[in-house]
């Protein structure tokens, strides 16, 4: 498995999102799992975190993949958990695609009016 993150500080605005673009190589699609965490962040020390994220994955053109928010809630749900690493919170986001090799966005919001920290994760499984 092969893994990527940031995290930074949401705003209650568009152009206060945080972002994870991520390309893919090679010339076979890859199975990724995108998460999008706030709440769970509070367990390893850090405080003010973004409390409800939403995600969106987006193409090399800026079209939506996916998007989710509340992953519990998710068709996928079932899927996110058998992966071993489903997000901390039901609050927080989680999309699991087969993706073709190309650059992609993952941008995380918040879905209510409160900004706060946020990390985006990019995994990719076997």
Avoid: C, H
Avoid at 37 to 61: F, H, I, K, M
Avoid at 69 to 92: F, R
């Amino acid at each position: 498995m092969l893994n990527i993150a940031t995290r930074g500080r949401v705003g209650t605005k568009d152009d206060r999102v945080l972002i994870g673009g991520f390309i893919l190589g090679g010339n076979e699609s890859k199975r990724i799992l995108v998460r999008a965490l706030g709440p769970s962040l509070s367990n390893s020390g850090v405080a003010g975190v973004l409390q409800d994220p939403q995600l969106e994955l987006r193409d090399r053109q800026g079209t939506l993949v996916v998007d989710n928010d509340n992953w519990e809630s998710s068709a996928q749900k079932s899927e996110i958990e058998a992966t071993g690493i489903p997000p901390g919170d039901s609050k927080e986001s989680a999309v699991l695609q087969t993706l073709t090799p190309a650059p992609y966005t993952a941008i995380v919001r918040t879905a209510t009016e409160d900004g706060g920290v946020g990390s985006v994760e990019i995994y990719q499984l076997p």
